[in-house]
């Protein structure tokens, strides 16, 4: 969700500069069978967002544009808490076993 609200902040500095947004270029879907497929397949896909976003944030201080900098350094601040909160979720994993993960994950949905 979080990524949705992103692409609309950058869809609208876009169009601020009179220009028009490409959407129709979307990031293959990765289908994964397991927690720790998923776990492990997002994490190089939120390290890439977040070389991105540090070199676009550049690019706009290059070219002066203070409030492009600020956006993309808010989105930037957002996808670094992705990327910590999936290396504690890798962590967690690794010390307490797969098993063990899940139903700490699922104690007090039940209830």
């Known amino acids: 969700m979080n990524d949705m609200h992103h692409a609309e902040w950058l869809i609208d500095r876009i169009i ?38 540090n070199d676009a944030i550049k690019l706009a201080r290059d070219v002066n544009d203070q409030s492009t900098v600020d956006l993309r350094t808010r989105i930037l601040k957002m996808e670094e808490g992705h990327v910590d909160w999936a290396e504690i979720q890798l962590a967690q994993i690794a ?12 104690e007090g949905a039940a209830g």
């Open 16 to 53: 601020f500069f009179e220009s028009t947004p490409t959407v129709v270029e979307l990031n293959n879907i990765k289908v994964c069978e397991t927690v720790l497929e998923m776990s492990n397949n997002d994490d190089p896909d939120e390290l890439d967002a977040v070389r991105s976003y």
């Open 95 to 106: 010390q307490m076993g797969l098993e063990n993960f899940l139903v700490d994950q699922t």
